[in-house]
């Protein structure tokens, strides 16, 4: 079993800031790629930014420049900084890792999802 936890959601003002968190842990070997991704209501789920092992990112154009995501490979840990938020950044975000289990299989994990919420 793999188990992702999220935190770090919340309401904030066009403008501001929030730092989103997702801790993995279970039986994990090894975590290839650590995402975020957004759903807001009738729209479907896209990704915002990836992260490899090695370090490569991928950012969505919408957030380029505004979000930074960062992970500790030592806390299997993601992190996603979001900068300069827009109303239309309002959206449930939901980590996603894809990872080698213990057991030598290929995996993809689901955060529970946080939700963002940028209002004036």
């Known amino acids: 079993q793999v188990q992702l936890v999220e935190s770090g959601g919340g309401l904030v003002q066009p403008g501001g800031s929030l730092r989103l968190s997702c801790a993995a842990s279970?039986?994990?070997?090894?975590?290839?790629?650590m995402g975020w991704y957004r759903q807001a209501p009738g729209k479907q789920r896209e990704l915002v930014a990836s992260r490899t092992s090695s370090g490569t990112t991928y950012y969505a154009d919408s957030v380029k420049g505004r979000f930074t995501i960062s992970r500790d490979n030592a806390k299997n840990t993601v992190y996603l900084q979001m900068n300069s938020l827009k109303l239309e950044d309002t959206a449930v975000y939901y980590c996603?890792?894809?990872?080698?289990?213990?057991?030598?299989?290929?995996?993809?994990?689901w955060g529970q999802g946080t939700q963002v919420t940028v209002s004036s």
């Open positions: 996603n890792v894809d990872l080698v289990r213990t057991d030598y299989s290929f995996s993809s994990a």
């Open positions: 279970g039986s994990i070997l090894k975590i290839n790629v």
